[in-house]
């Protein structure tokens, strides 16, 4: 994830460089049921509304706790399908919070009220993310399901009415990508103050909808504006909670963003950037789905390094005998193509790694959702951006 936000404060205050960031454990994305209410064009779980067998009970889940904790997770995001279709969710998320974890909970939002408001606020959720992928008339197309926008911000509002920390994600594709500055505009007046722009991914179902990605062209003109977006909260002294994910070559985007209006600051942002390291699938993030296996993350479900059914959660993170996860976790990553000479890899760290896949069968070929040009990527390392 890339904390935009937090960027463009060291932009505006500049300062001494942190170190890099080594967290002990990963952050843990888990698909705790894989039914949902709603059939998504993109859904990477491919959910549906029915039950699926085989999925951990209360008692695995509990145990499954355990294991994060000694594996020292520090936040766990509990996902789907739709979360809040389990019926043992709060019992889940008490024992999580009494074990430490930073809860976040991820919701489509349509069966958000006040009763679920009320208790999530009570169990002690630290954040609660739910999707708007455009305006309604897009949304309701994207999510298969007339009045599911009114419904998901009609949750928004009662998650934040109960004292809860909440935000708007949306997945950026060709058919919205225009309407991300009125979406903007929308949460800013409901108060919401954090915003995840999710770049197209090639999971799930989202695989046999790869046309719909946005184009290279309309991905840079939705980047030009957030990145000015949030510059100008900035100076004014309130960034707000921007991140994107998806799509870490927006933080080499960023440094040419930076080039352009205060090239004097391009050396210590690098090195920001550089800290910040890219992508960390199968490294700082991991997914656990409805059945107990383990994932590099949450849109690597074709690929299962173990299962919390039959070798702790810390057990299996830390074997390398995997093939992709020994690539992943290696430094440099096993690049292929254009991926291999760009200059920015120490700040992307090769990108999303399942779109390669997913269009050439090979982890390590160029990821085709790089928006940048060959001369882009082609200067050396250490030397400073072209404006």
């Not at 109960?162 to 708007?168: H, N, Q």
């Not at 790694?353 to 060959?374: K, M």
Request: hydrophobic fraction near 40%; proline fraction near 5%; glycine fraction near 10%.
């Amino acid at each position: 994830m890339f904390r935009l936000s937090r960027f463009m404060e060291a932009l505006r205050d500049a300062g001494p460089v942190p170190p890099p960031r080594k967290p002990a454990g990963p952050v843990v994305i888990w698909n705790l049921i894989r039914r949902c209410n709603l059939n998504c064009r993109h859904c990477y779980a491919t959910s549906a509304d029915t039950d699926f067998k085989g999925e951990l009970d209360t008692a695995e889940a509990l145990r499954v706790l355990d294991q994060l904790r000694d594996a020292r997770v520090p936040a766990l995001i509990l996902s789907g399908g739709e979360p809040l279709l389990r019926p043992d969710l709060y019992e889940i998320a008490a024992r999580a919070r009494a074990l430490g974890f930073h809860l976040s909970l991820s919701s489509n939002g349509t069966l958000l009220d006040a009763g679920h408001a009320a208790r999530l606020a009570a169990a002690g959720f630290d954040y609660v993310g739910v999707s708007l992928d455009g305006l309604p008339a897009t949304h309701d197309r994207f999510r298969r399901s007339d009045g599911a926008f009114a419904q998901a911000l009609a949750g928004l509002r009662a998650a934040r009415a109960a004292g809860l920390r909440v935000g708007v994600r949306m997945t950026l594709t060709e058919a919205n990508a225009a309407q991300l500055p009125d979406l903007v505009a929308l949460t800013e007046h409901e108060g919401i103050d954090k915003f995840y722009l999710s770049h197209f991914n090639y999971a799930g179902r989202a695989r046999s909808h790869r046309a719909e990605d946005a184009h290279h062209a309309r991905t840079r003109a939705a980047l030009d504006w957030l990145f000015d977006h949030v510059w100008q909260r900035t100076q004014q002294g309130h960034a707000g909670d921007f991140v994107t994910g998806n799509n870490d070559a927006d933080g080499v985007y960023l440094l040419y963003w930076i080039a352009r209006r205060l090239p004097h600051r391009l050396v210590d942002m690098r090195q920001r950037l550089e800290h910040w390291g890219g992508n960390a699938t199968g490294v700082g993030v991991a997914n656990i789905d409805n059945l107990g296996n383990v994932h590099p993350d949450t849109m690597w479900w074709h690929v299962t390094v173990g299962n919390v059914r039959e070798r702790p959660f810390g057990e299996i993170w830390a074997s390398r005998a995997d093939p992709l996860m020994a690539g992943l976790a290696s430094t440099p990553r096993p690049l292929q193509g254009r991926c291999a000479g760009c200059a920015y890899r120490a700040i992307c760290n090769g990108n999303t790694r399942v779109r390669a896949f997913a269009l050439t069968g090979n982890a390590w070929a160029e990821d085709p959702g790089c928006y940048l040009s060959d001369a882009e990527i082609a200067h050396a390392p250490g030397t400073e951006v072209a404006a």
